[in-house]
């Protein structure tokens, strides 16, 4: 595995400024955070109303990633598509719904399992599964967020979040995807290094937010 894992898929972009393309980004990350934070609200406020993971979530969030960057925002790839710097081949175009029905299956009937164990699987399966021309790893680093937030029933404290810190440092994030890739080619579910990763940068988010708090460190 090399360090900068991308994907590469039939290109459909709609900018090609650099410039403007990088102001975007930085706008529909704000805005997918926001989307999702909400998204945990909406659950965490009303405690009568039972969480389940559906793919029309999962789109929204990849719509306000993807917005005004690429033709098919908030849509499923309709192209094959490559993983550089992987040995996992994602499926093809035909079957990624099925898939994605699936990983929100496997949430849904194992909601009794941990936080880091669901927002792993989660993080893991939309990445193996890579349901999007483009904006898979931001979408599913989003996805896992609202997991593991809405299984700990509250809206995590702390910055850096724990998809800002995948993104600031991504080569142990890929190792541990590569990780999980191997051990379903053997066909086990085995997140246990995602799960400590996560496990790790929640604590450290929680950690900065008491220091915070507290008023140390300023």
């Not at 529909?28 to 955070?33: A, D, E, H, T």
């Not at 979408?139 to 600031?168: F, M, N, W």
């Amino acid at each position: 595995m090399v360090a900068d894992r991308h994907s590469e898929a039939e290109d459909a972009t709609l900018l090609s400024d650099l410039d403007e393309i990088a102001r975007r980004e930085a706008e529909n990350g704000l805005r997918q955070f926001t989307l999702a934070i909400d998204i945990i609200r909406s659950y965490v406020k009303d405690a009568a109303r039972p969480f389940k993971l559906r793919a029309g979530p999962i789109l929204q969030l990849h719509h306000a990633a993807l917005d005004g960057l690429h033709r098919l925002a908030g849509t499923f790839r309709n192209t094959p598509v490559k993983i550089h710097g992987s040995l996992h081949q994602p499926p093809e175009a035909a079957f990624v719904a099925d898939e994605v029905q699936s990983l929100c299956e496997y949430v849904n009937e194992n909601w009794n399992f941990s936080a880091a164990h669901l927002a792993a699987y989660v993080l893991w399966k939309m990445n193996w599964i890579h349901p999007f021309a483009d904006g898979n790893g931001r979408t599913a680093r989003a996805v896992s967020y609202v997991v593991l937030s809405i299984k700990l029933d509250g809206l995590l404290p702390g910055t850096p979040t724990i998809p800002e810190q995948i993104a600031a440092n991504k080569e142990p994030y890929y190792k541990a995807l590569e990780e999980a890739d191997k051990a379903w080619s053997s066909g086990k579910v085995d997140v246990s290094a995602l799960e400590r990763l996560l496990a790790d940068m929640l604590a450290q988010q929680l950690l900065n937010a008491a220091k915070e708090a507290t008023g140390e460190g300023f």
